[in-house]
C-alpha cells in the first residue's frame, strides 16, 4: 500500500481543510444553536464539488477513488459534525447505490444534479420495527402494472427533509425477508410520499433526520435499483462500502479534539504549572494519539482495499467498529482534560461529546460490527 498522493490530490485536501477551518468551524457552535447549516455553506460546499465526491466525472462529480474521499471526509470531520454529517450521508449511502447499482438511464438521469449539489441524496432503511434487524421490513412494494406501490414507514433518514432523492427499501415478498426484500430510487415528489416527524436529537445538530410516509407513493417501474429481490444485498453492499469513508469522518473529529486538547493542556495552569505538565494528562494525550493513529491505519487500509476491488466486509465492519468506540473515547478523554469547563455548552468538547456518542449506533451498531467480524471469521476459519 502506497500513500503518497499526487499533487491534485493534495491540492484538493488543503483547499478543504482552508474552507472547514476557516468558513465552516467558526459557525460550528451556531450550527448546533440553531440545528440549521447556514445556506452560504452549502453554496460554497456545492462550488467546491463537495457533492459530487462519489460521482464519476462523466455524470458532472470529481470522480475521487475511496482513498481520496477519505482525505477529503477526514479533513470535514474537523468541524460540526452536522455539517460533516450531511455532506458524508449524501457523497456515501445517499448516492453510491445510484452509482455502483443503477444502470445508465438511471445515472444519466440523477447523478448530475446530484453531483452539482442542485438535487441531495438519502438512504432509507431503518423502520421502527427494522433497525439492527434490518431484514424485517414492513414497507412493502406491490407491482401494479407500470408502477410499483410502496406503503409503510421509515424513520431515523438522515437528510429526510433536504433530500429530493433517495434509495429506499422495501419488501417485495415479505414471506422471503431478507430475499424478499427490493431496493428503489424514489423522488420526493413522487405521488403518496411525504415527511413525517422531524426528529429532535441530542447531537449532530445542523444535519436533519426525519421519518419517511409511503401511502400508496406510485414508484415507476423503471425506478427499480438492481434486480427485484435483490436489496438486502444492495443495502449491505452499500453499507459496507461507505464505513471507510465513516471511519475518515470520525478520524477528522478525533484529530481536532487532541489539537484542542494539547493547547488546553498547556494554557490552563494548576497548582503552579500548565496541567500538560502531569502524568496522568500525559497519558491522557497519548492514548488519544494511539486510537488516532490506529483509526488511521485502519482507515485507509480499508479504503484502498475498496480500491483494489478486494472483499471488505470484515475488514469494513473492524473500521466502523473501531473508529466509532475510538472516537468516543477520544471525546471522553478529552472533555476529562478541559475539565468542568468541558462540560460547557460555548466549548466546541462538549458538542463533539454529544457528536460521538451516536457514531457507535447508525449505520450499523458496534454490536452489529462484532457479529459482522465473526461470522466472518467462522467463514475464514472453516475454509482453513
Given amino acids: 500500500m502506497d500513500f503518497n498522493i499526487d499533487e491534485d490530490l493534495a491540492m484538493i485536501v488543503r483547499t478543504v481543510k482552508d474552507f472547514v477551518d476557516k468558513e ?76 455502483e447499482l443503477g444502470n445508465e438511464k438511471q445515472k444519466q438521469k440523477y447523478l448530475p444534479d446530484l453531483a452539482s449539489g442542485s438535487r441531495f441524496g438519502a438512504f432509507a432503511l431503518t423502520e421502527p420495527g427494522a433497525g439492527s434487524d434490518a431484514s424485517n421490513l414492513r414497507t412493502t412494494a406491490v407491482l401494479k402494472g407500470d408502477k410499483y406501490i410502496l406503503n409503510g414507514t421509515k424513520h431515523f433518514i438522515t437528510n429526510a427533509s433536504d433530500a429530493t432523492v433517495f434509495t429506499v427499501m422495501a419488501a417485495t415478498d415479505k414471506a422471503k425477508r431478507a430475499k424478499g426484500i427490493t431496493s428503489f430510487i424514489v423522488e420526493k415528489d413522487f405521488p403518496g410520499f411525504k415527511i413525517g416527524t422531524v426528529e429532535r436529537k441530542m447531537g449532530l445538530r445542523g444535519s436533519n433526520t426525519a421519518e419517511i410516509i409511503f401511502e400508496d407513493c406510485e414508484v415507476p417501474v423503471e425506478n427499480l435499483l438492481g434486480r427485484e429481490g435483490q436489496g438486502y444485498v444492495n443495502a ?111 466549548i466546541p468538547i462538549e458538542r463533539y461529546y454529544r457528536d460521538a456518542r451516536i457514531t457507535k449506533i447508525y449505520e450499523g451498531t458496534s454490536e452489529i460490527q462484532k457479529n459482522i467480524i465473526c461470522s466472518q471469521l467462522l467463514k475464514e476459519y472453516e475454509l482453513i
Wanted: charged share 20%.
Fill in 236 to 346: 449491505l453492499k452499500i453499507l459496507a462500502n461507505g464505513r471507510a469513508g465513516l471511519a475518515a469522518r470520525n478520524l477528522g473529529s478525533m484529530q481536532k479534539l487532541l489539537e484542542l486538547s494539547l493547547q488546553y493542556a498547556q494554557q490552563r495552569v494548576q497548582f503552579g504549572k500548565p496541567i500538560a505538565s502531569f502524568q496522568a494528562v500525559q497519558h491522557m494525550l497519548a492514548d488519544m494519539e494511539v486510537d488516532i493513529q490506529a483509526t488511521r491505519a485502519l482507515t485507509y487500509k480499508v479504503a484502498w482495499m475498496v480500491d483494489q476491488g478486494m472483499k471488505i466486509i470484515k475488514d469494513a465492519a473492524v473500521v466502523k467498529y473501531f473508529a466509532s468506540e475510538a472516537y468516543c473515547r477520544v471525546a471522553d478523554k478529552a472533555l476529562q482534560i478541559y475539565g468542568g469547563m468541558g462540560y460547557m455548552k460555548e
Fill in 24 to 99: 465552516v468551524d467558526p459557525l460550528a457552535q451556531q450550527i448546533d444553536e440553531d440545528d440549521r447549516i447556514p445556506s452560504h455553506l452549502i453554496e460554497t460546499a456545492k462550488e467546491m464539488g463537495l457533492f459530487g465526491l462519489s460521482i464519476p466525472e462523466e455524470y458532472g462529480g470529481t470522480g475521487l477513488d475511496m482513498v481520496g474521499k477519505c482525505l477529503v471526509f477526514e479533513q470535514i470531520g474537523r468541524t460540526s459534525n452536522g455539517f460533516t454529517t450531511f455532506i458524508g450521508a449524501h457523497n456515501g449511502i445517499g448516492t453510491v447505490g445510484i452509482v
